[in-house]
């Protein structure tokens, strides 16, 4: 299995207070994703990065902030979270280079996330 | 624009019956195509890919897919379904950097 920890795994918190999402990797993988899973939508990109300190958004990153500082860590902060970003949440890693390559993507087994 | 149809929901089906899992996809070009599963309170994982070679595709667990472009479809199958198959199932599409998941499959399996 790949090296990918995700913490928390459980989260319930109030709209209105800021959560941040851990995702740490073992694998010096260069992509690093963040996904929603949402029932009846499939996972929709929130935010991705190829590299430290390199970010771009996704489809659905309104709402959501991402940072970089080392390869292994990419976090996900919901700066004022509302009930509609109650969902489980994927990291995923991918080694490729995306534009020229593609391999599969890597999962971590998910933090699930309830905002009241 | 891509885009991929998974065209059922749900699927249920008898242990030791074939599955059919099917997906469409729309792309003015040629993809690379992923099967994943993600079984309950677990991640996804790869049960297999196309990526331009052969049509037919082998994965994990005794599942294969077809890629048929004249179809636009990349459909999931295996001769024999096990308890152990109950599990949610995406088609996946990779296109120019960008993975487009479909919305899923619940496959029940009954004894």
């Known amino acids: 299995d790949a090296g990918i920890t995700q913490s928390p795994r459980h989260k319930v918190t109030e709209t209105g207070t800021p959560v941040t999402l851990r995702c740490h990797q073992t694998e010096n993988h260069r992509y690093m994703y963040w996904y929603r899973q949402d029932p009846g939508h499939g996972l929709r990109l929130i935010h991705y990065s190829y590299g430290v300190k390199d970010t771009d958004k996704g489809e659905v990153s309104d709402g959501y902030s991402v940072s970089r500082s080392k390869t292994e860590d990419f976090l996900l902060t919901l700066e004022s979270a509302t009930s509609s970003q109650t969902s489980v949440y994927f990291c995923?890693?991918?080694?490729?280079?995306?534009?020229?390559?593609?391999?599969?993507?890597?999962f971590g087994e998910g933090s699930r996330l309830t905002v009241l | 624009a891509q885009s991929v149809t998974q065209l059922d929901s749900h699927v249920s089906v008898s242990e030791g019956t074939p599955v059919l899992l099917r997906c469409n996809y729309s792309s003015s070009y040629s993809p690379s195509l992923f099967w994943y599963v993600q079984h309950p309170n677990k991640g996804l994982q790869l049960l297999l890919k196309?990526?331009?070679?052969?049509?037919l595709v082998k994965g994990i667990n005794g599942f294969e897919a077809e890629f048929k472009k004249s179809e636009t479809s990349f459909h999931l199958t295996k001769p024999s379904a096990h308890m152990s198959d109950a599990a949610e199932y995406f088609c996946v599409v990779w296109l120019w950097g960008k993975f487009q998941f479909g919305a899923g499959t619940q496959v029940v399996v009954t004894p």
């Open positions: 196309y990526t331009s070679a052969a049509t």
């Open positions: 995923a890693i991918s080694a490729e280079d995306r534009d020229t390559y593609t391999g599969e993507l890597f």
